[in-house]
Nanobody, 127 residues
Framework: QVQLVESGGGSVQAGGSLRLACAAS????????MTWFRQAPGKEREGVAI????????NYAASVKGRFTIPRDNAKNTVYLQMNNLKPEDTAMYYC????????????????????WGQGTQVTVSS
């Protein structure tokens, strides 16, 4: 079992920054990928950023590339989502997810690929 707890959400004006954190506990040694998703009201849950625990390689959704990064602190078993130049369309509930199975560039954004989820943290960006 893996437990995930997100923190760091809040309200910010467009152009501002926020850093979300996802603290993992439990069987973290078996986690292969950590991913941030987001879901706005009435929309599908969208994969935003992913990091592979083995080598810290990353990938990003096109909508956030160049603005978001997903750093990791191994000692704290924590993954972050650094969000810069935020836009109103970034407003959503943000979720952390963990996978213990391999993922590919073609399927990492599918929520069905992840068994472990956090409770979510709200991000609101005003114009």
């Amino acid at each position: 079992q893996v437990q995930l707890v997100e923190s760091g959400g809040g309200s910010v004006q467009a152009g501002g920054s926020l850093r979300l954190a996802c603290a993992a506990s439990g069987e973290t040694s078996r986690v292969v990928y950590m991913t941030w998703f987001r879901q706005a009201p009435g929309k599908e849950r969208e994969g935003v950023a992913i990091i592979r625990t083995e080598d810290s390689s990353t990938n990003y959704a096109a909508s956030v590339k160049g603005r978001f990064t997903i750093p990791r602190d191994n000692a704290k078993n924590t993954v972050y989502l650094q969000m810069n130049n935020l836009k109103p369309e970034d407003t959503a509930m943000y979720y952390c997810a963990a996978s213990q199975t391999p993922l590919s560039i073609s399927n990492w954004q599918y929520r069905s690929k992840y068994f472990y989820w956090g409770q979510g943290t709200q991000v609101t960006v005003s114009s």
